[in-house]
């Protein structure tokens, strides 16, 4: 008997999956190369939240009541931190759901500025993108300042109730109709800030959090930045063709976010297992799919990788179309000696 293939059609904020006839396959399979024009690259900047967020609470607020720009002292108390890396996080006890980020020292006026894009952005943006920013990241709502007017922080919304990191404790636990539904919405947050040329540094298991009903939340987003961002280097997820002492930029994240993706739809938590598993697999019934994210991570010329937004497309299951000046593919990785024992297979 031949098995009907699985389509999964991508709305705006949701998914449905459906099984079509055999005959149908040839669209979801093709992978013509043809003459078509390729979607601008863009750069997109980066955000990340420390990997301990622990005991947050769930955006109860909804808009920020205060101003765009606040005094730390106006804040109110704040509790004890909430997570700690390059700076603290705390709660601000008199607007439940909200947290202060607040930086070691306080920063310049090229900060301040920057900061200030950023809170300002989402009133610039059509509904859509701006309620994908403020639901999907922990955008942040105002600039902190010292009482000499200092930029020392932002203020953002609390990780919602129930989320949870990606990594090989949970990724094996979804099934596979899950893990493309919650990549859809993960890269649909990705393609919001690749086009409107912001860069997040660190799309990785520590930035991305999911939910039972497979919605996700990016954290650290505070860190964006126009074009290009400083490159901070991270164990397995650095992008080959972006060397450490370059700044990281549209084309470093499409990369970062490829592989973030591939290791989520294969099980796999190392990343020369889970692009090995990729070649290997139908790409969960869509052989586009498994392509797209190959030419993103093997593409030979960085600035020639799939866009975020081709991305999007096809995980939506539309047909991927290559560029015909498409550069060719670097060799697949070298595959570990002995597989992690979070890899895990495809789940129905």
Sequence with gaps: MIEPVLVVVGLRYGHCCFAVPPRERPVLD????????????????????????????GMSAGRWPMPAVVELGDLGPLSGTVAEQRAGVHRILHHPGWLAKLDEQPAGQDEAVRVDELVALPTALAEDDATVLRTCTAWPAARITTSDGSAHGCVIPAVPEGSRQIGEQHVDRQSRSDRLRACRNLVAVADVLERHDLVHPDWSWNTVLWRPDVSVFVTDVDRCGRGAVPNT????????????????????????????????????????????????????????????????????????????????????????????????????????????????????
């Design 233 to 348: 280097p991270f164990p397995d997820w650095d992008d080959p063709l972006t060397p450490p002492a370059q700044e990281a930029d549209a084309c470093t994240a499409r990369f970062r976010v490829a592989l973030l993706v591939t290791r989520w739809l294969t099980g796999q938590s190392e990343g020369a297992a889970a692009v090995g598993a990729l070649a290997d697999s139908d790409g969960l019934g869509n052989r586009g799919l498994r392509e797209v994210l190959l030419d993103v991570l093997l593409s030979t010329r960085r600035e020639q990788r799939p866009s975020t937004a081709e991305l999007e497309a096809v995980l939506a299951g539309e047909l991927y179309v290559r560029d015909g000046a498409f550069p060719g593919r670097l060799p697949l990785p070298a595959r570990p000696v002995r597989e992690p024992s979070a890899s895990v297979e495809y789940l129905d």
């Design 30 to 57: 093709a992978v013509p190369v043809a003459s078509s024009p390729s979607v601008q690259a863009r750069p997109v900047p980066a955000l990340r939240l420390p990997s301990g967020v622990g005991e947050v609470v």
